[in-house]
């Protein structure tokens, strides 16, 4: 079983930076990919940012400039570092951790998620 933990949402004014972080942990053979989506009231889940195992990232044209994901491997956990916020990036932030186990070689696990309120 692989859990993912996210963590660091909150309450910031528009302009001002915020970072989250996720951790994954269980019987994890190896990271293959995480990332962040965000769902916003009335919307559907969106990409944000993924990091492969690789380090290619990938980013929404939305926050292109403004969020950097970056990871720590030895902790299994990725970071959206988010900077010039805006009103319009309020949502329930997710992190999807895509892992190898023992008997799955790609196993996909959600985080809860956690909430990014921008004010204006």
């Known amino acids: 079983q692989v859990q993912v933990v996210e963590s660091g949402g909150g309450l910031v004014q528009a302009g001002g930076s915020l970072t989250l972080s996720c951790a994954a942990s269980g019987i994890i053979f190896s990271i293959n990919a995480m990332g962040w989506y965000r769902q916003a009231p009335g919307k559907q889940r969106e990409l944000v940012a993924t990091m492969t195992s690789g380090g290619s990232t990938n980013y929404a044209d939305s926050v292109k400039g403004r969020f950097t994901i970056y990871r720590d491997n030895a902790k299994n956990t990725v970071y959206l570092q988010m900077s010039s916020l805006k009103p319009e990036d309020t949502a329930v932030y997710y992190c999807?951790?895509?892992?190898?186990?023992?008997?799955?070689?790609?196993?996909?696990?959600w985080g809860q998620g956690t909430q990014v309120t921008v004010s204006a």
């Open positions: 999807n951790a895509r892992v190898a186990t023992v008997l799955l070689p790609d196993f996909s696990s």
